[in-house]
């Protein structure tokens, strides 16, 4: 057999890896190893059309609408206090629940990373303001720092997920479907991490001094629960939508945009500082992620043409190994690379070779997007060089890197026991994507 196509997906790599340490943006980095590889193995600067093209056909889709809608609508909620406001009504609520502010924490981690896409501006941003004031209550670091690293995990799968938009995107499965399918393991991974919070601080008081607030009438309570409406109107206008047909990804997200203007003048909330901030924030967000899938669109496209995607799907065939061991390998090299590179590198160096093999041994694509976007978190929050602990590490530096490893610790575990129990039941993603298309 002819391994030719080896020894370029291995110059690939190599230089890829090089540009990477030098600091290279990614974007940048993926661009540059495209016009390399046209140039050197196909044809030269005739080839160079074919980059100019692929650029163009790769953004110029209906489904890509979604990304730059998803960001504006966190952007909005962040910066017009919208986000913040639900917050405070669950705070209001759930007051003498032991561990109420790790609870909190999850919540908030979960609104802002999850309509953002961002968790490592969610960890940063919450781990600012958050556990300070965890620490003056007199929390310890495993459930302060332990329950900001969990929302991110959170963010990944509950709709709208920027990133899961982007990942979709790259791995060319339905949007709506990937959307639809996080739905059912969010809540789950929710569940496991409130029952976590909540039974440790039972049993371990002291990790999570009980904290009585001064009493809070009902009508103000009330008037939490009303604040609380911007999220669950944002929620049902987006996924309800997709899941009943009544709207496409893209439609629903423009949705949520207004609403979520809609809402920010209605709690008089809106400002031009913020509508421009945002406006801001989103152009600069989205560019880098067009960026990113022209890059990873021409890099797919630079491995078939070079024979490297055929290469390494005839080896799946040859080797006798069953789909969920391939599985198992494909989620280690990810949690491995996330050790040294961020999500969005990672999606961009293994999506493009791995849909292949996933579409070759008739694995769920729906199923197996879920499983590398946990997989992508989880690397983020893997001790010793997860970067979300970093980032952690960076907003507040009187925290010992070796506590925040503690608190990531039973994060992880978690994590791992939700991606065993979706490989044991895939049925668990797949049931409401499948529901929609009936």
């Not at 110029?60 to 998803?70: E, Q, Y």
């Not at 990373?113 to 919450?126: D, E, F, H, K, R």
């Not at 043409?305 to 040859?318: C, E, K, N, Q, Y």
């Not at 994590?415 to 994507?433: A, G, H, K």
């Amino acid at each position: 057999m002819d391994y030719e196509w080896f020894n370029i997906l291995a110059f690939f790599f190599l230089l890829l890896t090089l540009m990477m340490l030098s600091g290279m943006p990614v974007a940048i980095g993926f661009l540059t190893l495209n016009i390399i590889g046209l140039y050197f193995f196909l044809g030269g600067e005739g080839a160079m059309s074919l980059l100019a093209m692929n650029a163009f056909s790769s953004v110029g889709k209906f489904a890509l609408i979604p990304i730059p809608l998803f960001v504006l609508m966190g952007d909005l909620l962040m910066r017009t206090g919208l986000a913040a406001r639900v917050v405070e009504a669950v705070d209001l609520w759930i007051g003498r629940i032991p561990g109420r502010l790790s609870l909190s924490s999850v919540g908030g981690g979960t609104v802002f990373g999850a309509l953002s896409g961002a968790s490592m501006a969610s960890v940063a941003m919450l781990g600012s303001t958050l556990v300070p004031e965890m620490t003056k209550r007199g929390y310890k670091s495993s459930m302060s720092v332990g329950s900001i690293l969990a929302g991110g995990g959170l963010a990944v799968l509950i709709p709208p997920s920027a990133l899961g938009v982007l990942l979709g995107a790259v791995a060319k499965v339905s949007i709506s479907q990937l959307l639809l399918g996080g739905i059912l393991p969010g809540l789950i991974l929710a569940s496991m991490y409130v029952a976590y919070f909540g039974i440790r601080a039972t049993l371990q008081p002291e990790l999570a001094p009980p904290y009585f607030a001064t009493s809070v009438k009902l009508r103000d309570k009330i008037r939490g629960i009303i604040n609380v409406f911007p999220l669950l109107s944002l929620i049902m206008v987006v996924t309800g939508f997709i899941f009943f047909g009544i709207a496409t990804p893209s439609e629903s997200a423009a949705m949520g945009v207004v609403a979520t203007l809609v809402l920010a003048a209605f709690y008089r909330c809106l400002t031009w500082k913020a509508l421009k901030d945002s406006l801001t924030s989103t152009m600069t967000t989205t560019s880098m992620m067009l960026l990113v899938i022209v890059g990873s669109s021409g890099f797919s496209q630079l491995l078939a043409a070079t024979g490297s995607t055929s290469g390494l799907a005839s080896i799946v065939r040859d080797i006798d190994i069953t789909p969920i061991m391939m599985v198992v390998i494909m989620l280690s090299i990810v949690l491995f690379l996330g050790c040294f590179i961020d999500t969005i590198s990672i999606m961009l160096v293994t999506i493009p070779i791995f849909m292949p093999i996933v579409l070759e041994m008739g694995i769920h694509p729906i199923w197996f997007s879920h499983l590398v976007l946990i997989q992508l978190e989880l690397a983020g929050i893997t001790p010793p060089f997860g970067v979300l602990l970093f980032v952690m590490k960076g907003v507040q530096h009187h925290i010992k890197i070796s506590e925040i490893y503690y608190a990531a610790i039973p994060i992880v575990v978690i994590q791992i026991i939700l991606v065993i129990l979706l490989m044991s039941f895939p049925e668990i993603v797949t049931i409401l994507p499948e529901m929609a298309s009936r």
